[in-house]
């Protein structure tokens, strides 16, 4: 019987699955249970790729424009469409898909079975779109303007900054970051109002633009990578008041929190772009950082909170890694994986 139980411990501790996005050959690795258990091949390019989940289904947007549906269940293609030449991101709003694309400029509604209901002409390239109560929003990059949605009205936000570049939304308050200059903005969707937010003057090239995402958000709190900046903006998104900043070592790319909301993970661009760092929340500051492989791509927190997953580009490897002291646990043969996702 102890035998039983010690061979059952390893698989026990690795008991759910992951979408790792192949960058180089439209491919999503299937890992489960610590274990590469297929491929879902045929997605397009997977440049930027993101994969979210809706209703028991998996949504992949392509750099060249595909929507895919996968059944998690099976692990295989549903359904593809081609919605655009050039995607950027997807959200879910009632009974709707919602894709952004670069090109051509416009933002698509499609339904649940994929059909095209709506495109939205925009003049401009669109990101950061996010659903909320109710409707959606999004920002156009080439026009510095923010839209929101409602029904069949739609608003629109002149001169919100320079160059927005990506978004994050915290209940009904969508925070934007902008490329163009060093600050922040704030709409409060519910209010109908905005607020700028200064920060320090940008410093360093850019290798590549920050993402906010959702999971930098901790209690209200919003754990911003700064663009050109060896630092973590804190905001709260309660009061709307800046909350000063984390050092880090490096350019921040991702922020992602763990389960308990303990802890922050941090990637980086440029010259520590093969380190991880970690961040306590409660005392805000750099815990740990550990050089773990060629281009560290992307994170993810374990559901139990127990172990991060990072991928490293240019080996080629998923790397788990256990929880707080980030020693390698295991690795799995991955070709050129970016992005991480765990299945709800």
């Excluded at 709506?118 to 920002?139: L, Q």
């Excluded at 922040?184 to 090239?205: P, Q, T, W």
Aim: charged share 25%; with cysteine; glycine share 8%.
């Amino acid at each position: 019987m102890l035998l039983i139980v010690l061979l059952l411990v390893p698989i026990l501790a690795f008991c759910e699955k992951l979408y790792v996005v192949e960058r180089e050959r439209g491919t999503l690795a299937v890992v489960e249970d610590g274990r590469l258990r297929g491929e879902i091949e045929g997605l397009g390019n997977l440049n930027h790729a993101t994969v979210k989940f809706y209703n028991g289904f998996a949504y992949v947007i392509s750099r060249d424009g595909f929507l895919s549906k996968i059944d998690p269940k099976e692990d295989r293609l549903f359904k593809r469409v081609k919605v655009g030449n050039s995607g950027i991101g997807l959200d879910f709003y009632k009974e709707y898909v919602l894709v952004a694309n670069y090109d051509p400029d416009s933002v698509v509604l499609l339904d649940r079975d994929l059909n095209l209901v709506k495109a939205i002409k925009t003049g401009s390239r669109n990101v950061g779109i996010k659903a909320y109560s109710s409707g959606f929003v999004f920002a156009l990059m080439d026009r510095d303007e923010v839209w929101v949605v409602e029904g069949e009205e739609v608003k629109r936000y002149r001169n919100v900054g320079k160059m927005p570049f990506d978004a994050l939304l915290y209940e009904d308050k969508y925070l934007l970051g902008f490329f163009g200059e060093p600050s922040l903005g704030l709409f409060d969707l519910r209010k109908g109002e905005y607020k700028k937010i200064a920060l320090s003057s940008n410093g360093e090239v850019v290798f590549k633009i920050p993402h906010f995402g959702t999971w930098g958000v901790v209690d209200g709190m919003a754990y911003v990578p700064a663009v050109g900046e060896r630092r973590l903006y804190i905001l709260n998104l309660k009061n709307l008041n800046l909350e000063g900043s984390i050092s880090l070592s490096g350019l921040p790319v991702f922020v992602v929190s763990s389960p308990d909301k303990k802890l922050l993970a941090v990637n980086f661009s440029g010259d520590k772009e093969d380190y991880i760092a970690l961040v306590d929340v409660a005392e805000r500051k750099v815990i740990m950082e550990v050089q773990l492989g060629k281009r560290i791509m992307h994170m993810r927190f374990s559901k139990d909170g127990k172990r991060l997953y990072a991928s490293s580009y240019f080996d080629s490897k998923l790397k788990i890694l256990s929880l707080p002291d980030l020693k390698l646990l295991q690795e799995l043969d991955v070709p050129n994986p970016s992005g991480i996702f765990v299945l709800p």
